[in-house]
């Protein structure tokens, strides 16, 4: 395993204009695409991959090849929903033999949300790669994003 923080996938770097200034890596670059939806994923984490999919996609950090990274994802996050909603039936402090002790639905649902913290860092999901990104409406990156109408994405100043 190697020292150091994880390395940034290659969408990402460019859309932070490679603040770092060193050859970006020669990776394979699938196309941006969303991949179809998988049939075994519940209800839950389906609204969420058609809700988040195409933020991602858009953003040109989905690839067909990140079905399972994503479905991950969306299940884990539709986990901690359930769990929290749990939690809140039974509030923070429960009675476990008699003894007051942490509700283990919160404390589950907090291993949920590292999960998911985790995966939307690989995605770019994470407010603090937010910042680091600007939409620039006046000029579309490429002729597709013309086409559909999207903002270029560049480096805030």
């Keep these: 395993m190697r020292p150091g923080p994880a390395p940034k996938p290659r969408a990402i770097r460019e859309l932070e204009g490679n603040p770092s200034h060193r050859p970006l890596p020669n990776c394979p670059q699938p196309p941006a695409k969303l991949p179809k939806c998988p049939p ?29 990274a994503f479905a991950i ?3 884990s996050y539709a986990a901690w929903c359930q769990l929290i909603e749990r939690a ?3 509030g ?6 008699g003894q007051p002790q942490a509700n283990p639905y919160l404390i589950r649902a907090d291993k949920e949300a590292e999960k998911c913290r985790k995966l939307l860092a690989e995605f770019g999901g994470s407010p603090s790669s937010r910042t680091r990104l600007s939409v620039d409406g006046d000029t579309p990156a490429d002729d597709l994003s013309a086409f559909l109408g999207q903002p270029n994405l560049r480096l805030a100043e």
């Design 40 to 68: 075994h994923l519940s209800p839950e984490a389906k609204k969420i991959w058609r809700k988040l999919g195409p933020r991602f996609t858009a953003l040109g950090v989905m690839a067909d090849v990140d079905e399972a």
């Design 73 to 75: 994802l969306c299940e």
């Design 92 to 97: 923070p402090i429960v009675k476990i033999n």
């Design 88 to 90: 809140r039936e039974a």
